[in-house]
């Protein structure tokens, strides 16, 4: 103990920082590699998987270990990592028992790095880091255009296969290449209209994120869309900065909202035969579901918890360990559900309890900093999406989620901006 305080006392602060962000990029741009993972030969993915790995729990150990965060970060730190350590031990006891139910490249690509991503933005939150932070997210954003521009090219407009029904491109390089602008419009846009900055990196991320989305017949990225859009006005007006603006700027994001509408209008009515197909097929995704338990995702999470027992469902598979009904469930596709699959009581109790925490401090305070309002509209945008997707994922898009939340739960809703 005494070697371990004394070599805390050696590690400056800023060499603390310096270290938290260089591991925190060396672990995003791996994992940014680690999206192509289903395009790439085994001998280039499982490297950056172990580089993304290794340089993103070297961040977390090194925070706790260390004090490079303070003392309420570090705090939700340690209970989320308890979570991580709870679902492994039952991952282990699963697999002990039915080692057939571990799978590799699910454990490696998926389970392991999510939680840690998880664990990154927590980290992030802190007001040393939340800088850095935003840059991070901003250049992600600017990324995520080029990636969206790249995307296009690689689009096949294949009428006939639209026509019938199929959702053309997905699991292609454009879909993969599409991910990005999913993991970062949810802040990247309330960021634009609130914070009044990188406008054209905010509103092109969301653009890429429903235009594509549209493409891929996604109806979640339709709701997800629209609802940020609108949440972003509500928590806007409550950071006093509303009044003082120029009244240009508050009709600039209903505005763009209103010419993505007047977008699909107008490619419906004039009938150009591609978009006119793919927007009815959209609809009729929407409207070939019963009611919400008939939802494919509600069944395939219905399906599995008629499978098993109620203890089973409390306890959870935990990590790397994965139920098989026709084919191993690597996550339940609904976030809400997937709280219990993976962790059951525990994991779903610290998920919603964060989340309830992030909102208390939101409808305590008369008028909320910038920052705040960024963060709980992308609080708000994941709390809506875990009733039909938000489950565990193969990108780094938790990162951004965790960091609002935590910013959320240990900053003062009024307080000063950092």
């Not at 741009?29 to 030969?41: D, E, H, I, K, R």
């Not at 006939?160 to 029904?165: D, E, F, K, N, V």
């Not at 602008?181 to 509103?203: C, E, H, M, N, T």
């Not at 900093?369 to 193969?394: D, K, P």
């Given at each position: 103990m005494d070697v371990l305080r004394q070599s805390n006392r050696e590690i400056s602060i800023d060499d603390r920082l310096d270290i938290i962000r260089i591991n925190i990029s060396i672990s995003?741009?791996?994992?940014?590699?680690?999206?192509?993972?289903?395009?790439?030969?085994?001998?280039?993915?499982?490297?950056?998987y172990a580089i993304s790995i290794l340089f993103g729990y070297a961040t977390i150990f090194f925070s706790l270990m260390y004090n490079a965060v303070n003392s309420k970060t570090k705090l939700y730190l340690a209970s989320w990592m308890f979570v991580v350590m709870y679902m492994i031990i039952v991952g282990v006891v699963r697999i002990s028992n039915d080692k057939s139910s571990f799978d590799l490249g699910n454990f490696l690509a998926q389970d392991i790095r999510y939680v840690m991503y998880f664990g990154i933005g927590i980290i992030l939150s802190d007001k040393r880091y939340f800088s850095f932070f935003n840059s991070l997210v901003i250049c992600l954003g600017f990324l995520s255009i080029i990636f969206g521009i790249i995307a296009i090219a690689n689009?096949?407009?294949?009428?006939?296969?639209?026509?019938?029904?199929?959702?053309?491109?997905?699991?292609?390089?454009?879909?993969?290449?599409?991910?990005?602008?999913?993991?970062?419009?949810?802040?990247?846009?309330?960021?634009?209209?609130?914070?009044?900055?990188?406008?054209?990196?905010?509103?092109?991320?969301?653009?890429?994120?429903f235009f594509f989305g549209l493409l891929f017949l996604k109806r979640s990225?339709?709701?997800?869309?629209?609802?940020?859009?609108?949440?972003?006005?509500?928590?806007?007006?409550?950071?006093?900065?509303?009044?003082?603006?120029?009244?240009?700027?508050?009709?600039?994001g209903f505005g763009f909202f209103g010419l993505i509408c007047i977008l699909l209008i107008a490619l419906i009515l004039i009938k150009i035969p591609y978009t006119s197909v793919l927007i009815q097929q959209l609809i009729l995704r929407f409207s070939s579901q019963g009611g919400f338990m008939e939802y494919d995702r509600a069944m395939e999470a219905r399906g599995y918890f008629d499978s098993v027992g109620l203890m089973r469902t409390i306890v959870g598979e935990g990590i790397g360990s994965y139920y098989t009904t026709y084919r191993k469930i690597n996550a339940l596709h609904t976030g809400m559900y997937n709280t219990y699959y993976k962790g059951g009581i525990i994991y779903s109790f610290f998920v919603y309890i964060s989340i309830s925490r992030?909102?208390?401090?939101?409808?305590?305070?008369?008028?909320?900093?910038?920052?705040?309002?960024?963060?709980?509209?992308?609080?708000?945008?994941?709390?809506?999406?875990?009733?039909?997707?938000?489950?565990?994922?193969?990108?780094?898009?938790?990162?951004?989620?965790?960091?609002?939340?935590?910013?959320?739960?240990?900053s003062n809703a009024g307080g000063d901006v950092p």
């Open positions: 995003v741009l791996a994992g940014l590699v680690c999206n192509f993972a289903g395009v790439l030969p085994d001998s280039i993915k499982y490297p950056f689009y096949r407009f294949d009428y006939s296969a639209i026509l019938l029904g199929s959702r053309e491109g997905i699991w292609t390089i454009s879909y993969i290449l599409w991910w990005l602008s999913g993991d970062v419009f949810q802040y990247l846009y309330p960021y634009a209209r609130i914070v009044q900055k990188q406008k054209v990196i905010g509103y092109g991320s969301l653009f890429t994120y990225s339709l709701i997800n869309s629209i609802f940020i859009v609108v949440i972003t006005e509500v928590v806007r007006g409550k950071t006093g900065y509303a009044e003082k603006e120029n009244p240009e700027n508050r009709r600039e992030a909102f208390r401090g939101f409808y305590k305070a008369r008028i909320v900093n910038r920052y705040y309002a960024v963060c709980i509209c992308a609080c708000s945008s994941f709390a809506l999406s875990m009733l039909y997707e938000g489950s565990w994922t193969y990108t780094f898009g938790i990162m951004v989620i965790s960091a609002a939340i935590a910013y959320c739960i240990n």
